[in-house]
């Protein structure tokens, strides 16, 4: 799976995250998305690095997804928390 598959993937995981992870966010879905695309990098980087999986292989592959969604989810959290607070005090 190419870099366009996990661009597309990444946009898909960045609305999953979005879903599972709902509140007033800086930035609105559109930065949403965008932290889903890197959220889904990162994510298939680790799962590929640290746990040996080879996530690269199908679109459809459960690890490509589940470690999507991880990174998605994570990527999203750290931006609440550095993004978040910044916002707080305007």
């Known amino acids: 799976m190419g870099i366009i598959g996990w ?3 990444g946009l898909l995981a ?3 995250a979005k879903a599972v992870m709902p509140g ?3 930035g609105g879905i559109v930065v949403t998305i965008l932290l889903g ?3 889904a990098l990162i994510g298939g980087f680790l799962a590929g690095s640290l746990l040996g999986r080879d996530v690269n292989d199908s679109f459809f592959d459960l690890a490509t997804w589940v470690s999507a969604i991880v990174g998605a989810l994570i990527v999203l959290a750290l931006y609440r928390v550095v993004a978040g607070g910044r916002y707080a005090r305007r």
């Open 7 to 9: 661009i597309v993937l």
């Open 14 to 16: 960045g609305l999953i």
């Open 24 to 26: 007033n966010d800086p």
């Open 37 to 39: 695309i890197v959220g």
